[in-house]
């Protein structure tokens, strides 16, 4: 286990390494190219800012992970890389992504488009074997066939994918809530035999998320020294998360022990982003908006709406992804899935009832429509 952690922090540290490296590198090609997100009604950001910093995210974690990987199965098994079916499908769909992301922030892609590609690369998963296949318990439900665990993972890769692109509303927040539950699923990948190679490539995503995270907080507009991550960033990171939660929770004994909690634990790491979405989508169509129409009301637009900065915001929503994973594991032993979920369900409304008392106090409307389209 030792010998695993070390190569595991090696994968972190060289994709750090490379961030730090290519970031800056993307800046500058972003100034030179005039390649920037500029300001408008519905965005919070005041200065153009480069928005290509989530195209380093893919090579840090390949590279990283690769490089470890290699010398990982070279001193372990004295052998070269070997790549399963389930490997393959998943860098090719995340190429797809991957670049899908590159050409709407370089020329732009229309939300029908962007959707569709999300389809056909999480389509590849379940053709390679990997797919949903236990609940777990969830609604009374166990095991579930592939005719019905095959369009389940489509649409929970998809949804998830958006909802970190959607959550990427202020700085650090997609890059902050991806940190957390890339740690939880590191956490869980490493309490598993043989799964040091998908904790490699973790920790690898996870080392790239450092330097982006120090220059879209600190770095200084006006210096040329900030960058958002863009579409490359954000769905790359939804995708890769949505593949790690379908992993975790496949019922396969042939790969991982049977465990009763995965669909608790990979459920509770992206609570935050999963039930904005929801909730922003119930809302539209409570007012009768367009569903994929950009509007004010994620979670992040009602808290800076209260009074609070943007970094006061980042934490108060990063503290409660933390506790709603903490609230969870100390209540699994209690309850089932079912009632856990009704329980976060109830959290959930409590909490914005309070951001909407905060907001009227601050002289602010709890409801904005916009008529930009995302």
Known sequence: MTQDILYVAASFILSSVCGFIFIPL????????????????????KNAIPRLGGISFMPSMVLASLVVVAVYYQQIFNQQIQLSTWSIGFFFSLLIIYGVGIVDDLVGLGAKTKF????????????SGLYINNLYGFCGIEEIPFIVGAPLTVFVMVFISNAINLIDGIDGLSAGLSFIALTGFLICFMREEGMTTYCILIAGLMGVLVPFFYFNIFGKAEKNRKIFMGDSGSLTLG??????FVKFT?????????????MMLAYSLLIVPVY????????RMRHKVPIFRADK???????????QNQHQVLACILLLAIAYIAINI?????CDMST??????????????????????????VYLANSEKK
């Not at 993307?26 to 009604?41: A, E, V």
């Not at 569709?116 to 053709?127: D, G, K, R, S």
């Not at 995708?239 to 790690?244: A, E, H, P």
Request: hydrophobic share 50%; with cysteine.
């Open 340 to 365: 856990l979920v009704l329980i976060d369900i109830a959290v959930w409304l409590a909490f914005h009832m309070c951001i909407n008392l905060a907001i009227r106090k601050n002289g602010q409307q």
């Open 297 to 307: 009301n994620h979670i992040h637009h009602k808290l800076l709406r209260t009074g």
């Open 239 to 244: 995708f890769i998360l949505g593949f790690l």
């Open 250 to 262: 496949m019922d396969n004994p042939k790969v991982m022990t049977f465990s009763f909690d995965s």
């Open 330 to 334: 100390i209540l699994w032993p209690m």
């Open 26 to 45: 993307i800046m500058n090609f972003c100034k030179k190219k005039g390649l920037y997100d500029l300001p408008d009604s519905r965005k919070i950001h």
């Open 276 to 283: 904005d979405v929801v909730r922003v989508s119930l809302v």
């Open 116 to 127: 569709t590609a999300q389809i056909i690369a999480a389509i590849v998963l379940p053709l």
